[in-house]
């Protein structure tokens, strides 16, 4: 006999803030009258630490650091053992989004090496024959927004082969003068991150002009930590050999879920930083990086 099980939230979105509550019912679809052994809802959150592979065995501290970190844990019970009338059955369920003692409940985030999520699960048990049923449903937490105005930062660069930290043989590169400016370093999440870049002269024409956002994810403890920087997203600005002295502008939106404001805690952190790639047609690459602060407000 068929039957189907469903999770739906009374918001679209799914964002809920620390203190709300988590609203919405469990929808059951089955043809006939279905006999169960009790429907219960269950809400997690979850920090999940990861070790990239240069880091698995240099710190033999590191596996106790890394056990998955519970922000979130409560379960109710929804329906008794009993039974469904055929057609569409809808139970509402209410969950208070609160934190466990002493745990602060962060922000959504899927990163690579730390992901923090929050589920809601519903199981129900059936009889020996019949299997038992369950759904997941993902729900977002933002964090309090903050009541202080965010001070952009905004800072202004200059590339030139002397400016370059990582070269090897300065004197065989060929000349060029970029100039541009971020509009702020200290970003407020939900608006795009902005500024300009002018390329005033160049020997070797220009490939590409790009603008690559980076997660760098810190995992560990104070036997030592585990740095890994990884893409999250690459948008070409400029492509060919743009003209010189013309205003090119950097416009770059925050993915959902794939950043987060700015996250400092005793066994991770997860910072941003931007990078301005200029390609040469020779394949010289060119790269000015600029660290992020994200805030919600």
Known sequence: MSVT?????????????????????????????LQHHGISLSMEGLVNLQLSSKSVGVFEAFYNSVKPIQLISSNIEVAKAGKIPGGKTEIPFEFPLLAKTNKVLYETYHGVFVNIQYTLRCDMKRSLLAKDLSRNCE???????????????????????????????????????IRGHLDATNCVISQPLTGEVVVENSDVPIK???????????????????????????IQIGE?????????????????????????????????????????HDDHLITENFPLKLNRV
């Open 208 to 234: 590409s002009i790009e603008l690559q956002l980076v997660r760098v994810e810190t995992c560990g403890c104070a036997e030592g930590y585990a740095r890994d920087a990884t893409e999250i997203q690459n």
């Open 139 to 177: 729900f977002i937490v933002h964090c309090q927004p903050q009541k202080a105005k965010v001070a952009p930062n905004p800072v202004t660069f200059t590339i030139t082969p002397d400016t370059l930290q990582n070269t090897r043989e300065r004197s065989s590169l060929p000349k060029f003068l």
């Open 240 to 280: 060919g050999d743009v003209c010189h002295g013309l205003s090119i502008p950097i416009y770059m939106v925050f993915p959902r879920l794939f950043t987060c404001p700015t996250l400092e805690t005793t066994n991770f952190k997860v910072e941003f930083e931007v990078n301005i790639v200029i390609v040469l």
């Open 5 to 33: 099980l469903d999770i739906r939230l009374k918001r679209a979105n799914k964002v809920y803030h620390e203190g709300e509550v988590v609203a919405g019912v469990i929808v059951l679809v089955c043809k006939e009258t």
